[in-house]
């Protein structure tokens, strides 16, 4: 029976490559080897919690191992083996490193179930390390929301982006750098775990508007190129790249203002029961 192939340009895709190949270089392993670690050790803080009598929200857990899991299919799977063949799927490839995968892995607050769940030893090296100067300028607003865009443009509008087509090694950091960038971008946007700039809800959403054109300008500049950004892709795969990347990340940001109203509102309510108590409680003479 034929492989389904998939319309994407240069080249064909094949589905069953797509859903059933497994990447075997030794990063890929290597990669693969952190990921369940990190499951791992996850699932055991959560256990730790329980057996103290503490329950930890399942959907942080389940949010933990989805966002693990994207990182394995952006990298990992049978998607990884066109990611330096189609620019299509090359930006999906993008768009589930530093949007998807980091906004499961930062709505399932790691640090706070670390802090909760180790030792007295490792809670004060924890705390120390987040409350370094080094924590505290990644963790900046203006800081991620300038990494994160400017990633974007520089790989996708500069050389940087056929030097990664040309050298593998270099192709592997950029995966790493880009979920890095998204990690931080989205943990200071809608984390939950604790960090230096707690930024208002309503800042944070014009932090997030702000980003609207500068996405919008990237997915209009790629879809209008008459020359391909790549030897390695026809000009046809990088306009239907670029209206990806501009479609998605508008959903993206639609997905995390949605986030924020819900938070929000969460905040607000608790805001309101404890301003409920305090009415409730009675007033002693001194």
Known sequence: MPDLLLSIPSPPVKL???LSSIQTDPLSFVALTLEVVSILLYLWGVRVLKARGRQWPRLRTVSFLAGVA???????????AYDDSVFTLHVVQHLMLM?????FIALSAPVT????????????????????????LLTFPIFAWLLNYSTMYIYFLT????????????????????????LIFWTTLIGIDPIRWKMPYGAKLAYLLAGIPFGTFLGIALTSVRTSISPAHTVTDIHIGGAVLWVFGEI??????????????????????RADRDLDRPVTNG
Do not use: C, M
Request: proline share 3%; hydrophobic share 55%.
């Open 16 to 18: 069953s490559v797509l």
């Open 113 to 136: 179930l670390l802090l909760q769940a180790s030792k007295r030893t490792v809670q004060t090296t924890a705390i120390k390390f987040l409350h370094s100067k080094f924590i505290a």
């Open 159 to 182: 050389p940087v982006y056929q030097l990664s087509i040309e050298h593998p090694l270099f192709h592997d950091y950029t995966h790493l750098h880009f979920l890095i960038a998204g």
């Open 99 to 103: 949007n998807l995968a980091p906004i």
């Open 70 to 80: 994207v990182v394995f299919i952006a990298t990992g799977s049978g998607l990884a």
């Open 252 to 273: 993206f940001t639609v997905g995390a203002i949605a986030i924020i109203f819900f938070q929000w509102a969460r905040h607000e309510e608790r805001l309101a029961i």
